[in-house]
């Protein structure tokens, strides 16, 4: 059993090698989950073969496992400078932002750029609804073939409820709050409305990025 648990562990290990960095650990115990779930199913029910146990960690199972934490090494790559509009990289540039913030921060897959982070730093609901305003509009700039920081506001109410930070009375008045964030907020909230950027918009948003950057 010792001798075959290592050597399920050093397969384990290769495979969470073409992980990036900060998934590795939660993919490794994905992955050695798995086996031990299996193993003890074979051993209870004597169905599963030997062999069938050497192989539990097959590619399939790779997959659906890896899926959302660690997917194949060729879909998911170390962000680059260059992946990046000119416009986007001169906003790095004068803000002070690094790459290495972004990568603290995101991993791309699919040509898209996939947020890393788990929390907005903040315990305040109107501040985090903001921060996923600006953060939301910088991840959509990624693909837009402009290079523009915009979103729609139906997008962001989408995200704070999955993360928990939805104000339902009071969505539509935080952003007229923070209309200054903005370069076409017309007196009040239109969910239909693409919201550009202003140049105070992006300042705010370079600091968000840096100091989770530096919490992640």
Do not use: W
């Amino acid at each position: 059993m010792y001798l075959e648990l290592k050597k399920e562990i050093k397969e384990i290990v290769e495979i969470v090698e073409l992980c990036p960095e900060k998934l590795q650990e939660k993919c490794f115990e994905m992955l050695l989950n798995q086996y031990i779930l299996e193993h003890k199913v074979e051993k209870e029910t004597n169905i599963v073969s030997q062999s069938a146990v050497k192989n539990v960690i097959t590619d399939d199972t790779v997959e659906s496992t890896s899926s959302k934490d660690c997917a194949d090494s060729s879909s998911i790559e170390e962000i680059k400078i260059t992946d990046f509009h000119i416009k986007t990289q001169r906003f790095f540039t004068n803000n002070g932002v690094t790459i290495e913030d972004i990568n603290n921060l995101y991993y791309k897959e699919g040509g898209k750029l996939m947020p890393l982070y788990e929390s907005l730093g903040s315990t305040k609901m109107s501040e985090c609804q903001m921060r996923l305003e600006l953060l939301t509009a910088f991840e959509n700039s990624y693909a837009n073939v402009n290079g523009d920081m915009s979103f729609r506001g139906e997008e962001v109410r989408q995200r704070c409820q999955t993360m928990k930070c939805y104000d339902i009375a009071n969505f539509s008045s935080i952003m007229k709050k923070n209309s200054n964030l903005f370069d076409n907020f017309n007196d009040k909230y239109d969910k239909n409305t693409e919201y550009i950027l202003s140049t105070e918009g992006k300042k705010e948003l370079a600091k968000i990025i840096i100091e989770l950057a530096k919490g992640v």
